[in-house]
């Protein structure tokens, strides 16, 4: 019975954040997703008992499907410009979708009139760069990086890699090419490194 439950979880989740990515958050109801799903709003209300909660659910998922390989890769062996370099090209891609530049805005035009801005912010945004710091420390305590505060210097890494291409892309700028990518990446891991590295 678990498995089942879980799998209908996930169908969920899935088809939830296909809705949320067709119509917004704000767009997008509990009961486009149960038509969406086939069923009916009290099944998933057995699930989630807000829409806040579901799409925080499906946010969730898509963050860890895009973020362990990522981690995984900048936590292992070998250079460790070409790891953050590989970390941040992933990042800003991810960052730049429209799924992603949505997010950010219904967290601006919500945050006076609703708590999901912070609950994104505490469940998800601050635990993924949390996470990233658990390697910038493991980076300082070999001496590949000069020992600092490993957050303070994730949040560095992010506002450094971020730019001002994700304020264009988040002011109205539909297109972002690779080509801007890579060089905010190359240029946002130099300075990142002349600042931390030994």
Known sequence: MRMKTDAKRREIVATAWE???????EGASMSDVAERLGGSKATLYRYYSSKEELFAAALQETLQEQGDDAYERVSGPGDLRARLLAFAETYLKFRLTPEMIGVHRLMIASAERSDLPAVLRAEFIDPNWRRFSEVIE?????????????YLASIHFRGLVEADV????????????????????????????????P
């Open 138 to 150: 493991r980076e300082m305590a070999a001496g590949t990086l000069r020992k600092a505060d490993p």
């Open 19 to 25: 809705v949320f990515r067709a119509k917004g958050y």
């Open 166 to 197: 994700l304020e264009r892309r988040m002011n109205g700028e539909r297109l972002v090419t690779n080509s801007q990518i890579d060089t905010a990446v190359e240029q946002g891991v130099d300075v990142f490194l002349r600042a931390y590295a």
